[in-house]
């Protein structure tokens, strides 16, 4: 945002920049691209005439639609992005104080997933999977209890279409979130996995690795990391012994993350890794380790 352009935009405008990247980085799984979309969204209003944006009894409503707009666009470019990228594509992992909740949720309980993690890896992950016109119904009416007669409005469909789009959506959030274990117990095991992964503890780590386990390793070209995700536990086990052996100067340090209990990998005073596990019936079922400097800058 250029100070020319601040000056036009009014201090209700400016006030509902961290709205934005929180409803932006929801849809599109990076601080970058969310920065970017916000960016467009201000342009936008900027570009308005006086008259136009007289007209505006909401800026809030008006800036959410267009943002969603214009994410709705990214994300429909976004996918090809993803192939070309160097080894596995990761969403950004965020500080759990990152971006706030959502603040008012769909009135009936039973018609909404419960998002307490929104920011998760683990959820951002079940979001890529989905369409463009899902992963947007879904963040505006689960999310920012937008009705769906509002998300017809952005995503160019019938209201009914959209409800249906965020039904959709909803199971696959559910489906994935079935095997989810308390997180007393997420702790305990990835604590278990800690003990066994700084002891050199191949049998331990492999006794805490689901046997189907995947271990993804983004480091987007920048820097060095596996190029394709390992799979099942003993591969996993020894791909992450050698890890922590090539690195003895990093300290793996105990992290909270969206997801739980995860880690964050300290060199010379920099966190240059974050790492979040997920669990499935007791055991790590997906290891998944962001190193690419420019998904960390949250962090430092």
């Known amino acids: 945002m250029t ?16 709205h934005l990247m929180s409803l932006a980085f929801r849809m599109l799984g990076t601080v970058a691209e969310a920065e970017d979309a916000v960016q467009e969204t201000y342009i936008r209003w900027y570009q308005l005439s006086q008259a136009e944006r007289d007209a505006i009894e909401v800026p809030r409503a008006w800036l959410t639609r267009v943002a969603s707009r214009v994410c709705l666009n990214v994300l429909d470019s976004a996918r090809v992005r993803r192939e070309r990228y160097t080894g ?14 959502s603040a008012g949720l769909a009135a009936d309980p ?6 307490d993690d929104s920011v998760s890896t683990a959820l951002l992950v079940v979001l890529e999977s989905m369409t463009p016109a899902e992963r947007v119904a879904f963040v505006l009416h689960d999310v920012f209890a937008m009705p769906f007669d509002e998300i017809a409005e952005v995503v160019g469909r019938t209201s009914a279409a ?3 789009l965020a039904t959709s959506a909803r199971r696959r959030v559910r ?6 274990v308390p ?7 990835v ?9 050199g503890d191949l049998a331990g780590l492999i006794t805490v690795l689901d046997p189907r386990v995947v271990v993804y390793s983004d480091g987007g070209g920048l820097v060095s990391a596996a190029r394709k995700p390992v799979f099942g536990a003993e ?16 300290a793996i340090l105990e992290q909270e993350t969206p997801d739980g209990l995860g880690f964050a990998i300290w060199v010379e005073g920099r966190i240059t890794g974050v790492v979040t596990l997920e669990l499935a019936e007791g055991l790590v079922s997906d290891v998944r380790l962001v190193m690419n400097p420019d998904k960390l800058t949250l962090w430092n």
């Open 3 to 18: 100070s020319d352009e601040s000056d036009v935009l009014p201090a209700d405008v400016l006030g509902e920049r961290r």
């Open 183 to 189: 997180r007393a117990e997420h702790d305990e095991v």
């Open 235 to 250: 591969r996993a086990a020894r791909f992450i012994l050698g890890l922590v052996s090539k690195n003895p100067h990093a």
């Open 88 to 101: 596995p594509w990761l969403p950004e992992p965020v500080p759990v104080d990152a971006f706030p909740k």
């Open 175 to 180: 489906e994935s979130r079935s095997r989810r």
């Open 191 to 199: 604590r278990a996995f800690a003990a066994a992964a700084q002891n």
């Open 110 to 115: 039973f018609d909404r997933v419960t998002l």
């Open 162 to 164: 959209c409800r249906q």
